[in-house]
């Protein structure tokens, strides 16, 4: 059985792609460098209390332990 509360937030992605109607600013950066914002972090981490983040620089580290782009801790 699949769980719509988990598949509802991909689908509604989904359907704003295929009709087009993602802002152009969404791809204006000159990096692909993004924190997380530390309001959903904390919001998340309050439930799963995350000990490593796999994605980070040291200035935007969520945790006390983190891989950086150059340790490539999302392969």
Known sequence: MIDNKIYKPISVLNNVIECGNLSPG????????WATPQDFFD???GKF???LDVCATP???KCKLYFTKEQDGLT
């Open 59 to 61: 200035s935007n580290a």
């Open 26 to 33: 969404l791809f204006s950066s000159k990096t692909d460098e």
């Open 43 to 45: 919001e998340l981490d």
């Open 49 to 51: 209390h995350f000990t």
